[in-house]
């Protein structure tokens, strides 16, 4: 019996399904219908064979996503070296005459000093050690005149003082080196003899390697 042409489809399905192959015939009659069946056309109509696998279509293969571009390492960051540590810096303040100084070498011991470098009791070292005008080479002569009243007396005592010491800041350190770099580097820059420059080319790069810690 003739399969009309609506059910070509369901045929093409069944083969490609995996139906065993088979011999379809395409049949147009003189009217010019077409129609597709399993068995031989009539008589008088046109006929042709469709050979129908029963294979598969081989499946396309599927391109590979192509790799996602890798993104550029950042480069390797140096490890930071740690700063050299700064030398200890300490800023004084002298206990005779209230003046600022700094020191490297820690603060200083305690030391004796005559109460009238104090001003106590209102007499200068000057004024108890009067200078004579005496210029005679004689030694009992050429000793200058010391006035024994009991003011001088008290002046010219001694008395245990001690200056007033502060760790300096990091900054305060830094701004420190730099000026004595500059005063040094000025003077190793003036120097005119060899035995100058060697004595002060070893403080220029002492103080460069210091300031490495600022």
């Given amino acids: 019996m003739p399969i009309r042409s609506a059910c070509l489809a369901v045929l093409l ?10 011999e ?7 009217h010019g219908d077409v129609a597709f069946q399993d068995q031989p056309c009539a008589a008088g109509a046109g006929e042709s064979v469709l050979h129908m696998s029963d294979a598969e279509p081989a499946s396309m293969p599927v391109p590979d996503a192509a790799p996602a571009p890798a993104s550029p390492k950042p480069p390797p960051v140096a490890p930071r070296s740690p700063r050299k540590p700064l030398p200890a810096l300490w800023l004084c303040t002298n206990a005779e005459d209230g003046s600022h100084y700094a020191t490297m070498n820690g603060p200083p011991p305690p030391r004796l000093v005559p109460l009238g470098a ?4 209102g007499k200068s070292l000057a004024e108890a050690y009067r200078a004579g005008a005496n210029v005679m080479s004689a030694p009992e002569l050429s000793r200058p005149p010391i006035d024994r009243s009991p003011g001088a007396a008290f002046a010219t005592g001694l008395t245990q003082v001690q200056d007033a010491c ?9 701004a420190y ?12 820059r003036r120097a ?3 035995d100058e420059q060697a004595q002060l080319q070893p403080q220029v790069d002492q103080l460069e390697d ?3 810690g600022c």
């Fill in 210 to 212: 210091d300031l490495g």
């Fill in 192 to 194: 005119r003899f060899k």
């Fill in 166 to 174: 502060a760790p300096a800041s990091a900054d305060q350190t830094c």
């Fill in 118 to 121: 104090l001003g106590y009791p």
């Fill in 13 to 22: 399905a069944l083969c490609a399904a995996g139906a065993p192959a088979r």
């Fill in 24 to 30: 379809v015939y395409k049949c147009t009659t003189a």
């Fill in 177 to 188: 080196l730099h000026e004595q770099l500059d005063q040094t580097a000025d003077k190793l």
